[in-house]
């Protein structure tokens, strides 16, 4: 059922961001030598690692480490690669993977191929069998600020919580959070 749900809001949402999507990956090729879509190694259901598209925000270069590990993040970043994170825009390409099954539109987010202490937090608490998400529950519960051990409370509580209901209540935070530009540091 959530397969379902995921293709057919895939489908919707495809339609309704392909012209602002694309306006992103002019103001990027305009703005910034480099490719417009930057792949990123994650971690995804049962630790399989696949490529996550995002738009490009950091200049080419810049260490494949999540942002709070870099001594000055503000300082990779492109012209417009600021804007796009506050305003989540570098997160549109992920439609991709969750049309192609990588990725659900509610999950724990996916984490980076080397963040070692998270993929093992998140298998020891079951979180790990779970499609990572665009969204989740610990975004809506704090995003960047929480710490790792937060972070997996919260996607253990979806674990046990997951439904329709809960995923889309969920995806309602996540847009009031966007809106609101809440909980983004980097």
């Known amino acids: ?18 012209v602002p999507a694309l306006l992103v990956a002019l103001a990027i090729k305009l703005t910034s030598s480099g490719p417009i879509l930057y792949w990123s ?17 950091m200049l080419v270069g810049t260490p494949a480490v999540a942002t709070h590990l ?8 492109t012209p417009i690669g600021g804007f796009l994170r506050k305003s989540s825009l570098d997160e549109l390409p ?3 993977s969750i049309l ?14 080397n963040q070692d202490d998270l ?3 998140r298998t020891e608490k079951g979180a790990h069998l779970l499609r990572p998400g665009l969204t989740g529950w610990a975004q809506v519960n704090g995003r960047d600020e929480l710490p790792i051990p937060v972070k997996v409370k919260f996607d253990e509580e979806y674990a046990n919580k997951q439904s329709i209901t ?5 995806l309602v935070l996540t847009a009031v959070k966007v809106m609101q530009r809440d909980g983004v540091s980097h």
């Open 1 to 18: 059922m959530k397969r379902l749900f995921d293709l057919t809001l895939g489908i919707v949402v495809l339609c309704v961001i392909v």
């Open 41 to 57: 190694k994650r971690v995804g259901r049962d630790n399989a690692i696949f490529n996550m598209p995002k738009f490009r925000s």
């Open 70 to 77: 870099l001594t000055n993040p503000d300082a990779h970043l």
């Open 94 to 96: 992920q439609l991709w």
């Open 100 to 113: 192609v099954g990588d990725m659900s539109f509610v999950g724990p987010r996916p984490a980076l191929f």
């Open 119 to 121: 993929i093992a937090l």
């Open 166 to 170: 809960f995923d889309m209540k969920i």
